[in-house]
């Protein structure tokens, strides 16, 4: 009996682990806008879940994996992060600190009426052949949907770090982030440099949107719960290092499950958000951070 | 001074006195949907343009309020009553929720205080506070007996909340309040070291703006007689507020009635496009954010300035 609610907490445990890499690519994007911009990117989540219908459109309409219309939906979503930033934030930069806050409001509120009207209310998933597997280890019972997530989030990850690290773009989006006027001083360009990184965040928006489309139903009013989450996960884990990133994403994924476990599904997600208040309130620089 | 007297009591009156006027009924629910908004507007006003505080948890005041509204009402509380401890309760929610989000500053708080009716929204669903068979055994509950109240009486009640809280924003910039949050707001560095206390004006600008949101709120819920989780947290209750200041113009005195009026006409003829009706006041924000960002009052100046020279 104790053994069978050890292996039960062991599988909750290691379930949390996998969402955790889920939850880290949620706030990639936001943290790198953040980073880069000083700028909080309230219509994340609203464009992650872009992501995920835009999946969900290839996968229903066209019949193409949703992995696979990745191909496509990246693209999609980096020139629409490039738009935005080029012709609607970078208007309302240093004007004041609520203009992008508001105009990045105003588009969330778009994207999820456009959502509502175009694919109506009703909860939908990314429901592929494999999205419900799910396989044994040791008596642990693990879906393949969240180890695809947790494999998507390191190599998303990973590809990031190298990108940021090692091409010139890179560079030079890490430089405007350290600092902008020496940055302009070296001859970069800091307007389109930010359109190129908000365009990037984009495209992690649209790998998160699918591997959260083949882990959990959505509806046109979850952006705001995948905001939060990457909020949460910025929170928990500091801001400005990857790592920190990974193990904030860690300790929400845990903290859903663990809340589910003992709590009921409902109010897994209850958890997560009084976890976030609670380190604002006792940690606000976050449980990683300096 | 007697002429500007005069004309806020002419004013008042004509707004009083139009329940009696024979317009059709559906005037009068505009009417008072424009004061609880006013007053929503107002508070959000004082927050974001006065005191830089960028809350987006007025739904959870407005929620709060709603509730508390119909359950005191459930349980034999007179409405006049329930509505006043709606606010009050709402109040102290700001007091306790500002312990984490006061923490965080500018865009932090923003998103801080996203968290919150969120959370709310997810616990009402879960919570019962009386009895299961009220309302299908659901998280909604309809307010109880209010069946001989007439919609001028609710009309007047959103009447004076919406005054009433134009004529407490006037009443908190003249006083030592308002000063201390323009003397914040212009270098909050400055205003510290001459011996203001930031954290404690920005407190008491939060719970007054939680306060009257929730009056506002629960006078909204006393109008609909019914409250359930989705629409008392809902996000709109943020947007409303954010839209009718932007469109009228942040930190002025005059930007929330314009916006607010605009607001309401373009809940009027949105009325037949209802699903579409954020996806257009979403554009309204960007497009006012982009173009007018001060708002009407700010083009209004413009013109005159423009027509009669500036100096």
Known sequence: MASAILLDLTNTLLMGLLLGGL?????????LVFGVMKMINVAHGDLILFGTYFAYAAMTL???????????????LFAIGFGIQRYLMSRAFGRSMEAPLLIAFGISLMLQNLQQILWTPMSKGLTTSYALDSFELGGIHVPLAYLLDFAAAVVVMVFLSQFLGRTYLGKAITGAAQDKTAAQLMGINTGRVYAFAFAVSMATAAFAGVFLGLTFPFTPQSGISFLIIAFGVVIVGGLGSMVGTFLGGMVLGVAQTLGGFFLGPTSQMLVVYFLVLLVLAVRPQGLFGR | MIKRLASFTVAIVFLAALPKLGLPQEWILYALLFFVYLAMANMWNLLCGYSGLISLCQPAFVGIAGYTL??????????????????????????????????????????????????????????????????????????????????????????AVGIGSFFLIRLILRSKLGLGLAAIRDNDRSAASSGLNVFRLKLYSFVIAGFVTGIAGAVFYLYQGYVEPGGAFS???????????????????AGPIIGTVVVVFLDFLLARYAGFSMLIQGAILVGIMLLAPQGIVEIGRQVRDYRFGSK
């Open chain 1, 23 to 31: 939850y880290a690519l949620i706030a990639l994007g936001l943290s």
């Open chain 1, 62 to 76: 066209l019949g193409i994996d949703p992995i696979l219309s990745l191909i496509i939906g990246v693209p999609v």
């Open chain 2, 70 to 159: 119909v359950i005191l009402v459930w349980i034999g509380v007179p409405f006049h009553v329930a509505i006043a401890a709606g606010g009050i309760i709402a109040g102290l929610f700001a007091v306790v929720i500002s312990i984490p989000v006061f923490r965080l500053r500018g865009i932090y708080f923003a998103i801080g205080t996203l968290v919150v009716p969120e959370a709310l929204r997810i616990l009402f669903l879960l919570w019962r506070p009386v009895g299961g068979k009220l309302h299908g055994g659901g998280a909604g509950y309809m307010l109880r007996g209010m069946g001989a109240v007439s919609v001028g009486h609710y009309y007047w009640i959103a009447c």
């Open chain 2, 235 to 253: 996000i709109q209750w943020t947007m409303i507020p954010i839209l009718a200041t932007v469109i009228g113009g942040i930190g002025t005195e």
